[in-house]
T-cell receptor, first 113, second 115 residues
C-alpha cells in the first residue's frame, strides 16, 4: 500500500471557523509533511514531523497548528484563517528525512470565505 | 539562497517525440534530487530520483541527468504520450539549520503532448 489519504477533499470555511485537515498513511513511514500549494505554483513546505516530533516549522502563522497523534496520522488544525490561505494543502510521507522519496496525498482544496 | 528553477515554464511536444525538461539549482551542497509529475487536481507523483554521486539514472521511459559542475538537472521522457501531459517539478533536498532536511521545489514546467 503506497497510498497517502487526505480528508476532506474540499473544504469551505469562514474566517471565524475552526476546522481540521487529516492525513493518513500505512506504509510505516516515520516522516510526515504538510505543504501548501497555490495555483500554478510549486508546493511550499509548512511542517515536517520526524518520529512524531515536529522537526521543521517554516515560520508558519499560528493559525495553522499541526498535530501528529501517532506515526500513521497527521492533522492540521485551522483557526481564524484569511482568504489568502485558500490553497491546496498537501500531505506527504517518507520512510525518513533526507534521501527518501516523499509520497503525496491528493490534497485538500481549501477555500476561506 | 534556496532556489530551484526551471528554464522553460511550458513545453509542447508531439506524441511520440522525446521531451526534455530542464532545471537549475543553486545549492551546491544539495545531495539528492527528485522529479515529480503533477496532473490537474492531483498530488505530485514521484517519477525518478538521483543522488549527487551519480550523473545519470534511468527508469521506464525516463532518464534523469545531473551535471553538478553547472548545477543542472534534466528529465528526459522517451516517446512522449498524451498521458504524460502534466506539470513537472524538480525538487532539491537541502539541509537546514539543526540538521533537518527538506525538499525545495522548482517552479514547474507544464508539458503538453499533442496527438
Amino acid at each position: 500500500d503506497t497510498e497517502v489519504t487526505q480528508t476532506p477533499k474540499h473544504l469551505v470555511m469562514g474566517m471565524t471557523n475552526k476546522k481540521s485537515l487529516k492525513c493518513e498513511q500505512h506504509m510505516g513511514h516515520r516522516a510526515m509533511y504538510w505543504y501548501k500549494q497555490k495555483a500554478k505554483k510549486p508546493p511550499e513546505l509548512m511542517f515536517v514531523y520526524s518520529y512524531e516530533k515536529l522537526s521543521i516549522n517554516e515560520s508558519v502563522p499560528s493559525r495553522f497548528s499541526p498535530e501528529c497523534p501517532n506515526s500513521s496520522l497527521l492533522n492540521l488544525h485551522l483557526h481564524a484563517l484569511q482568504p489568502e490561505d485558500s490553497a491546496l494543502y498537501l500531505c506527504a510521507s517518507s520512510a525518513g528525512t533526507g534521501w527518501y522519496e516523499q509520497y503525496f496525498g491528493p490534497g485538500t482544496r481549501l477555500t476561506v470565505t | 539562497g534556496e532556489s530551484v528553477g526551471l528554464h522553460l515554464p511550458t513545453l509542447s511536444v508531439q506524441e511520440g517525440d522525446n521531451s526534455i525538461i530542464n532545471c537549475a539549482y543553486s545549492n551546491s551542497a544539495s545531495d539528492y534530487f527528485i522529479w515529480y509529475k503533477q496532473e490537474s487536481g492531483k498530488g505530485p507523483q514521484f517519477i525518478i530520483d538521483i543522488r549527487s554521486n551519480m550523473d545519470k539514472r534511468q527508469g521506464q521511459r525516463v532518464t534523469v541527468l545531473l551535471n553538478k559542475t553547472v548545477k543542472h538537472l534534466s528529465l528526459q521522457i522517451a516517446a512522449t504520450q498524451p498521458g504524460d501531459s502534466a506539470v513537472y517539478f524538480c525538487a532539491e533536498n537541502i539541509e537546514v539549520q539543526g540538521g533537518s532536511e527538506k525538499l525545495v521545489f522548482g517552479k514547474g514546467t507544464k508539458l503538453t503532448v499533442n496527438p
